[in-house]
């Protein structure tokens, strides 16, 4: 069983998308941002990119978050997509799906407004399942990934761990300080914590993981 790594700031996805929530500042998401090999941003992160002096590969939305001064500044690089079927976070991963990339890695996707955030991290599931994707979504805490029945995850002792389960009906685990099941509330998989180096479910369905970029630390 493939061991989904812990990520660093040496993780080099397909394609970055970079959304237009909180601009990263930890060094994990923010190295990914300044070597990623295709950088595709939302609209309305656009601006913000160019103020940190990052020109990205693209540029997608449906334009009501850019000014005409933007939209001329892009031109060459936007494409724009009206439909409002789907969120700006989807109608870039669509794009970057178009042009062959099935590894993304997305940035600024939590922060400001709190539904967005919920949003955005619970459509991991659906780039996982529906569009057969692997995903990872780094904030500036930790990272969260999708994934669908047995797996496997590099961790270290005393990494923070959370599972947030969606579908599972069987959900066993090794590795954790606390044993997973079932989970019937969102919040009864969270704040466990890693053991050793690597965590493993038995699962039948679909979950998310959160891991943070650090240990805790003892206040001891």
């Known amino acids: 069983m493939t061991i989904i790594p812990d990520y660093t700031a040496d993780f080099r996805p397909e394609a970055v998308i970079l959304a237009n929530g909180d601009f990263p500042t930890h060094?994990?998401?923010?190295?990914?941002?300044?070597?990623?090999?295709?950088?595709?941003?939302?609209?309305?992160?656009?601006?913000?990119?160019?103020?940190?002096?990052?020109?990205?590969?693209?540029?997608?939305?449906?334009?009501?978050?850019?000014?005409?001064?933007?939209?001329?500044?892009?031109?060459?690089?936007?494409?724009q997509i009206d439909e409002q079927d789907y969120n700006d976070l989807t109608k870039a991963t669509l794009f970057c799906r178009s042009k062959g990339f099935t590894q993304i890695a997305y940035l600024g996707a939590t922060g400001k407004r709190e539904d967005h955030a919920l949003g955005n991290i619970s459509l991991l599931s659906t780039y996982h399942e529906t569009f057969g994707l692997q995903p990872v979504m780094l904030t500036d805490y930790g990272s969260f990934v999708a994934m669908h029945g047995n797996c496997s995850l590099a961790t270290f002792p005393?990494?923070?761990?959370?599972?947030?389960?969606?579908?599972?009906?069987?959900?066993?685990?090794?590795?954790?300080?606390?044993?997973?099941?079932?989970?019937?509330?969102?919040?009864?998989?969270?704040?466990?914590?890693?053991i050793g180096t690597t965590i493993s479910f038995e699962a039948d369905g679909s979950m998310l993981i959160y891991r943070t970029y650090g240990a805790k630390v003892s206040t001891k």
């Open 27 to 79: 060094e994990v998401p923010l190295a990914v941002l300044h070597t990623a090999a295709y950088l595709c941003c939302c609209d309305g992160a656009f601006e913000e990119l160019l103020a940190h002096g990052i020109v990205p590969d693209a540029v997608v939305g449906d334009g009501d978050s850019l000014s005409p001064q933007l939209k001329l500044r892009c031109q060459a690089i936007y494409h």
């Open 158 to 194: 005393h990494q923070q761990v959370s599972i947030f389960n969606l579908s599972c009906k069987h959900l066993d685990s090794q590795g954790l300080r606390w044993p997973s099941y079932p989970f019937s509330a969102l919040w009864q998989g969270t704040l466990n914590e890693a």
